[in-house]
């Protein structure tokens, strides 16, 4: 800012009703007439400042010099003006200097401090709209969150909105900051990330002038709600024991006809890992494959392809394990080792034709259990007849396929149901201590539970894995090893066993210590001591 000096010999004065300006030792330029000008009016902390986007109606003589400068006043002050790169000019206005209310602003460009021009800048709205400023629907503005809200800028009649750029905003607090919402049309649609009362805002933009009104709703007129039951379930409270199948409906009242449903489930609002629900209408039916707390999504798409999503505020469904799932027989689950244990699985709930695959596993870990090859099962139901191969105690685990979309469902005992331990022993032989010669005879028998039509095979080793040498085979219980020249040593027996109740399925069992013994022929030895009387 400069000081001005005047001569006496010079006033020069606004035309009509216009302020008295004080002499100044500048010649008009605007040959007594009034510029009319449009500017931006931006407020800031003590001060505006006035943007001119569209220099039209500036005289050149003003738009070519080098040192422009304007006067609000009889302050004898100047400000100066910048020339901006996209050629728009901009001042500020000290908060001295009133503004009507209309936003209009009367002062006087001077160049080099040698010519003057009158000018009027209006930086008033370009004008005003209909009551209300801006229609909401619904009409009460009230929405759940997910859903979308539709704003319309209400024109007056004689306006036409393709002349218009409409630049959209949205705050909590009705001030700065402004976040935008998408779209410059005269309509914007709009779905808030979250909960709360909404004022909004709206920047016009003259496409001709660049000048831009701006219109701050006076209070909130968007109000967003979380609601409990914008997703509703059957049965109410959301609890199911896995396996069973529970009910989902969309319950947003602002859905439109002739919408398409994606669902999804999670176990976090805010994992962004939302897995699949099959279904695409507002109510499906949903057998969970595992158990847990879970949220859930629905994605509405309109026949315009439009997407709103609905997430539930909290977990709305809970599955549970069944640990009443397995039945087994005996009922306590406690076998010896070589006999048959019957299980059941409790699912007459699911629906369809499946495909049953069983596993056991001693800790119940995640990738721990192993398949059940020596069983005989029931294609008709979920029920297995298990020959047990080893000592312990077992978990169990069913995996359910269904045949139609190969989805699975996986049941696990929460608990060890089977126990089999080794109180009768499964291998005896004759003689009862299994020592023998080379050319004696030994008899092997076991105590697993009779076979279905199907057959023994015997081997010996050195160790528990072997490797194995055939004795040979047997349709009973009981072989006799009679080959004479038998090697020496000390041996375990495996027992392979094929039969109807284990599908044919080989079932295996070694002997958990040696139980051959085979010593050569000495002075001290005789044939009362050693083979079978």
Known sequence: MRKISFLLTISIAFLSSCDSYIPLNTTRGDNNKIIEISGNLINSVGSSIVRIPFTNNIPQDILNSEQIEIAFDNSKSLYPVIKNADNSLSFTVPSSIKISSAGKIKAFFVIKNQKSYFVNINTGPIFKLNNPGIIVKPANGIIVKGEKVYLTANLPNDKNKDDYIFNWFYTTTGTAPYLPINGTSINADWIPNSVGNYFIKLDIIDKKTGITSSYTTPSSIVFVTENDNIIKTNPDNGKIVKGNSIILEANSPNIQENTTYSWSYSTSSQSGVWRPISGNSKIVKWTPTESGSFFIKVDVANPNSEVQSFISPKAIVFVSENNDIFQTEPL???????????????????????????????????????????????????????????????????????????????????????????????????????????????????????????????????????????????????????????????????????????????????????????????????????GMN
């Open 332 to 530: 306590n689950g406690s076998i010896n080792l070589g006999q048959y244990v019957n299980i059941k699985a409790n699912i007459s709930f699911l629906e369809g034709n499946n495909q049953y695959i069983w596993s056991y596993s001693n800790s119940g870990l995640p990738g721990t259990f192993r398949n059940m090859t020596n069983i005989k099962t029931d294609i008709s139901s979920p029920s297995i007849r298990w020959r047990v191969p080893e000592e312990g105690s077992f978990f169990v685990k069913l995996d359910v396929i269904n045949s139609q979309n190969s989805s699975v469902l996986s049941f696990q005992s929460s608990n060890p149901i089977v126990f089999v331990t080794e109180k009768l022993p499964l291998f005896e032989t004759n003689p009862k201590d299994g020592k023998i010669l080379p050319d004696s005879t030994i008899e092997i028998s076991t105590n697993v539970e009779n076979i279905m039509n199907g057959s023994y095979v015997w081997s010996y080793g050195v160790s528990q894995s072997g490797p194995w040498t055939a004795i040979g085979g047997s349709i009973s219980k009981t072989i006799k090893w009679e080959k004479q020249g038998k090697p020496t040593g000390t041996f375990y027996v495996k027992l392979d066993i094929t039969d109807d109740s284990t599908d044919k399925r080989v079932t295996t069992f070694i002997s958990k210590n040696p139980i051959i013994f085979i010593e050569k022929q000495s002075s001290t030895n005789n044939s009362n001591t050693f």
